[in-house]
């Protein structure tokens, strides 16, 4: 297959949460080899660092994104180093699964504080950058299990709710600024992650009777989407919530 070049996209400066692994590091790839200039920050430093050597020009920083001062310095200091930051993809998060009879205020606490508060606060962080800039792009990776609500992970589910709305309210607010805010709500991706805690040939044979394409979705499919959205090709969508999830039926 041959998939889409977005020439409005080089030079652009991204910034990546969460960019290390998974769908994050396949964000991080794909705007680099669409020729953006890109920064992202992770909890994990090796596999950060490990990415960002293999990515000429691409900026990196360990950082604990539910610490609200070190996430802006680091997006402060990341414009400094390549340039205003004119696309932003919110994309961390921790799915890990647990009993909402069992869940405590502590855990709630910190549940939405790595699913839902680091999207909020990097968004006002970039915002007066994008708006001297003319414009940007904020892409909110969400889930559709903010649509379809399974149990055993409700910090999860409701963070993710919450980043539906958050990418609406902000778009409309926004919008005078020509700062587009979207969310993206991919389905099952398969992840290292999901292959090493929960993809089963049973859970696969399951998942795909839920859905109209049997394909595997691929941390690719998803960073396909976010590129259009962070295009100037998208450049009169905003508010909106794009769902890649192979046609969940």
């Keep these: 297959m041959a998939f889409a070049s977005y020439p409005s996209l080089r030079d652009k400066v991204v910034f990546v949460t969460g960019g290390a ?19 992202f920050v992770d909890l994990s430093e090796d596999e950060g660092r490990a990415l960002s050597g293999k990515l000429a020009g691409s900026w990196f920083r360990r950082c604990d994104v539910t610490d609200a001062f070190a996430l802006q310095s680091a997006i402060r200091d990341a414009a400094e180093a390549l340039g205003p930051i004119t696309v932003l993809i919110n994309n961390v998060a921790n799915d890990t699964r647990h009993d909402a009879a069992s869940v405590t205020p502590e855990q709630w606490r910190k549940a939405l504080a790595v699913n839902l508060d680091p999207a909020m606060v990097a968004s006002v962080a970039v915002y007066p950058m994008m708006k001297q800039a003319g414009g940007g792009s904020i892409v909110n990776v969400s889930s559709i299990n903010a649509i379809w609500g399974p149990g055993h992970m409700p910090a999860y589910v409701a963070a993710k709710g919450a980043i539906n709305s958050l990418s609406k309210g902000l778009g409309r607010e926004w919008g005078p600024d020509r700062i587009r805010v979207n969310a993206l709500s991919p ?3 398969i992840t290292p992650r999901q292959l090493e805690l929960w993809l089963t040939p049973e859970a696969e044979a399951e998942w795909s009777k839920l859905v109209a394409l049997k394909d595997r979705l691929m941390p690719e499919d998803i960073a396909r989407m976010a590129m259009f959205l962070a295009a100037d090709d998208s450049r009169m969508i905003t508010g909106q919530n794009f769902i890649v999830d192979a046609g969940r039926l």
Aim: charged share 10%.
């Design 21 to 39: 692994s998974g769908i994050g590091a396949t964000f991080v790839s794909e705007f680099h080899a669409q020729g953006s200039k890109v920064a």
């Design 187 to 189: 389905g099952w991706v």
